[in-house]
């Protein structure tokens, strides 16, 4: 079994700049979460789908972050313009079910806003 | 109060022994618990899960679960230094997945 795909690993920026990560789930998983980990902290989730629609994206900073799952698989997360304290490292994670299965974390992406 | 609660550490224990990990949780309605063990520089790895009261063991590994006191446990037997990782606990309940800040977990030679 594949597991969850995730690029760019290392992304530096300067403030300001816009980026994207992209996330490739499990296949037959439905529910697609991105998180943010900021070091020494545990993963806040920032957005979750199931299939195509968003379940929850209560922490998502809206005015500079936007998130897309197109057709029910792939997803996209976006910054901009970036901030100093988003350096982070951005997790994506996919579950069979919803929350009370268990999440597959993909490698993630390092960001450094300069 | 924070909904997911875990010892900061570090926790230091020597090899071969018990290394003994805990959390706590606001939220009465939970309805699952996971262990993730998190080596540094990686990402977070489903270690156990546990859905109802009472013990469950994997190996070296057993989670403890005491819902009338909101408490989840996690017991490392005979430990060995590739269990030095962040040990995170994290909850579900209400369709949302909270996890604590991680527990350092060290042992020593």
């Known amino acids: ?114 | 109060q924070k909904e997911v609660e875990q010892n900061s550490g570090p926790l230091s224990v020597p090899e071969g022994a018990i290394a003994s990990l805990n959390c706590t949780y606001s939220d009465r309605g939970s309805q699952s618990f996971f262990w993730y063990r998190q080596y540094s520089g990686k990402s977070p790895e489903l270690i156990m899960s546990i859905y109802s009261n009472g013990d469950k063991e994997d190996g070296r590994f057993t989670a403890q679960l005491n819902k009338a006191s909101q408490y989840v446990s996690l017991l490392i037997r005979d430990s060995q230094p590739s269990d030095s990782a962040t040990y995170l606990c994290a909850v579900s309940g209400n369709e949302k997945l909270t996890f604590g800040t991680g527990t350092r977990l060290t042992i020593i030679p």
């Open chain 1, 1 to 114: 079994e594949a597991g969850v795909a995730q690029s760019p690993r290392y992304k530096i920026i300067e403030k300001r700049q816009s980026v994207a990560f992209w996330c490739n789930p499990i296949s037959g998983h439905a529910t697609l979460y991105w998180y943010q980990q900021i070091l020494g902290q545990g993963p806040k989730l920032l957005i979750q789908f199931q299939n195509n629609g968003v379940v929850d994206d209560s922490q998502l900073p809206k005015d500079r972050f936007s998130a897309e799952r197109l057709k029910g698989v792939d997803s996209t997360l976006k910054i901009q313009p970036a901030k100093l304290e988003d350096s982070a490292v951005y997790l994506c994670a996919s579950s069979f079910l919803r929350v009370e299965s268990p999440l597959h974390f993909g490698n993630g992406t390092r960001l450094t806003v300069t």
